[in-house]
């Protein structure tokens, strides 16, 4: 097998599950991990994995529930607004696993996370683009938050990269299983909701070698795919009208 590239998808404070996940991909040291975002939230254990991903100096993305965080942090003046839609999205989980105290070096390294990169033949982002704005005019609002603009594209945003994407679980996407991986029109979406109690699956992707590992964050199953056999090509046109909306 050749060196790899490793992109784990949306974690959400699966600390247990994400060590099974890394010890099964096991990446060696010169092998770069990129994680997608949303590292934090609805999960019992985002500290742990905050410091397990900045200890190991892997690249993380910005996720949205990030973005809810470093506002809440920021923004005295909206505080009483905004905390309550952080604290209902799944960070009372966050501030729990931190004893309601998060530390400043956790704080400073979450504000240095990128809200995308470019890997040359990939572009990783946590939530997706908007089909119809250039890069230089798009910002956090929609490379953390987007979803059906950009699903519904009906050609690639890129013609020679592949985006891949967290922040969607898959299983809302029409004809979608739990645990699948969803692909569009130049695009990938590796969210297979670890902590949601329909799916549970964490899923790491070799993109190198086109293999996915996936981990049950409740029952602890470990599986493995290629790419190809747990990948679903959805229609464009369906995402709007088809789109299962979750329920935490």
């Known amino acids: 097998m050749s060196s790899r590239r490793i992109i784990i998808g949306d974690v ?16 060696q040291e010169k092998e770069p991990v990129y994680f997608l975002g949303d590292l934090i939230d609805r999960g019992p254990n985002s500290a742990q994995v905050v410091e397990f991903v900045r200890q190991h100096r892997y690249r993380c993305l910005l996720g949205n529930h990030e973005q809810m965080l470093l506002e809440v942090l920021g923004s005295q003046r909206m505080m009483g607004e905004m905390l309550p839609g952080w604290l209902y999205n799944g960070g009372n989980t966050t501030l729990f696993s931190y004893n309601h105290k998060i530390p400043q070096d956790h704080i400073d390294w979450l504000k240095t996370l990128p809200l995308y990169l470019d890997l040359g033949d990939i572009w990783l982002v946590h939530a997706g683009v908007h089909p119809h704005l250039p890069l230089e005019e798009q910002d956090a609002t929609h490379f953390c938050w987007i979803r059906d ?3 519904s594209m009906p050609e690639p945003f890129f013609s020679d990269k592949l985006i891949i994407t967290g922040h969607t679980i898959t299983f809302t996407f029409p004809g979608v299983s ?13 969210d297979t909701g670890a902590y949601h109690p329909h799916s549970n699956w964490l899923t790491g992707l070799d993109i190198t070698n086109r293999l996915v590992y ?4 409740k029952d602890k199953t470990l599986r493995k795919f290629d790419l190809e056999d ?19």
């Open 230 to 248: 747990i990948t679903t090509l959805i229609n464009p046109a369906e995402v709007y009208t088809k789109r299962v909306q979750p329920t935490p």
């Open 149 to 151: 603009e950009f699903h």
């Open 178 to 190: 739990p645990g699948q991986l969803v692909a569009g029109a130049g695009w990938l979406d590796i």
């Open 12 to 27: 959400h404070g699966q600390y247990d599950a994400l060590l099974q996940l890394m010890e099964a991909i096991a990446p």
């Open 214 to 217: 996936q981990v049950n964050t």
